[in-house]
Nanobody, 121 residues
């Protein structure tokens, strides 16, 4: 079994910063891409950023230049540094990861439970 646990959410004023972390644990042989998603009340879930195992990155247009995704493969952890936060960034942020539990096994996508980010004065 594989678990993903996020941390780092909270309340921040507009223009502030937060750093989210997501650590995968359990029966892990290899992790492929890792991503952050968010979902605001009444809105569809949105892909925020993705980082591949080779550390190539992609971002939603709404966060380019403000958010930075990174990973530490030795720690099975993905980070999301969020700067210049806006009220519209308020959402539950979840991470996911493509994981293989054995050398020749299939890839499965696992999700964390999410962490709340609220941007408000």
């Amino acid at each position: 079994q594989v678990q993903l646990v996020e941390s780092g959410g909270g309340l921040v004023q507009p223009g502030g910063s937060l750093r989210l972390s997501c650590t995968a644990s359990g029966s892990i042989f290899s992790i492929n891409s890792m991503s952050w998603y968010r979902q605001a009340p009444g809105k569809q879930r949105e892909l925020v950023a993705t980082v591949t195992r080779g550390e190539s990155t992609n971002y939603a247009d709404s966060v380019k230049g403000r958010f930075t995704i990174s990973r530490d493969n030795a720690k099975n952890t993905v980070y999301l540094q969020m700067n210049s936060l806006k009220p519209e960034d308020t959402a539950v942020y979840c991470c996911n990861a493509g994981v293989r539990t054995t050398e020749w096994g299939s890839w499965y996508t696992y999700w964390g439970q999410g962490t709340q980010v609220t941007v408000s004065s």
